[in-house]
């Protein structure tokens, strides 16, 4: 990131206020990394949850029927 500023004078409270500013905008520039980086691993973490939920009932709808299955009840048996 690159700071560029023209001021030919020698005035200190300008020298200060431009150190004050570019420090604020270094900040927000890391935090806007620290950011996103939280958003990528928030989404791949929601991206394996999906994909283990998604396994759960895969694996649910595929199981074979046991007590709780349907069962078949003959008529005029």
């Not at 958003?39 to 074979?64: F, I, L, Y």
Request: proline share 4%; net charge negative.
């Amino acid at each position: 990131m690159e700071f560029d500023y023209y001021y030919n004078g020698e005035d200190e409270a300008f020298e200060e206020y431009f150190k004050f500013v570019r420090q604020v905008a270094l900040e927000d520039y890391e935090l806007n990394l620290v950011l996103e980086k939280y958003k990528a691993e928030r989404a791949e973490a929601g991206e394996e949850a999906a994909n283990d939920s998604t396994s759960r009932v895969s694996a649910v709808n595929q199981a074979p029927p046991g007590p709780s299955g349907s069962t078949t009840v003959g008529v005029g048996a």
